[in-house]
């Protein structure tokens, strides 16, 4: 991108938040959740964004018990449960009624561990992305969202 697009789609009201490519050739980016502030992976492969249980109460989220079963990365049918109505910010964007999964991401940081990338408190997935118009930028490593 350019920065005609970049303008153009800043004047389209986005707002753009910093990608930080990680050794495991994933993109990590500051996110807060209810104003707690933790390190999450974009996946766009991701259906629904989620949320490792030992973050619960680092994001003072309530936890529900959920049918859905969980997988990716490696690893299926994993125990989830579901926390609603969770405030969350990225950059400038925000979004007061964000439904989260919350899982096991042992997996997950481990696999970024063994890779010497840091681990990470969650991902942020497709339905954020959408809530969000999300356009990325994978060349300038820029993610934007609509404000």
């Known amino acids: 991108m350019d920065n005609s697009l970049r303008d153009f789609l800043l004047n389209q009201g986005y707002t753009k938040v ?7 050739n994933h993109f990590e980016i500051k996110v807060s959740i209810n104003g707690q502030k ?21 994001f003072k989220l309530i936890a529900e018990d959920s049918v859905i079963k969980a997988a990716g990365a490696g690893a ?10 969770n405030k969350v910010k990225i950059g400038k964007w925000r979004h007061n009624k964000v439904i989260l999964v919350l899982f096991n991401l042992t997996h997950v940081n481990t ?14 997935g497709a339905d954020i992305l959408k809530k969000g118009k999300a356009i990325i930028d994978y060349q300038k490593k820029y993610l934007y969202l609509k404000v």
């Not at 910093?18 to 495991?24: D, G, P, Q, S, V």
């Open 111 to 124: 696999a970024l561990m063994n890779h010497n990338a840091k681990p990470v408190d969650g991902i942020i």
């Open 18 to 24: 910093k990608l930080h490519l990680t050794k495991t």
């Open 76 to 85: 299926t049918n994993m125990e989830t449960k579901v926390s609603k109505k």
């Open 38 to 58: 933790g390190l999450f992976i974009l996946d766009t492969g991701a259906s629904s964004s989620c949320v490792g249980f030992e973050a619960i109460e680092t």
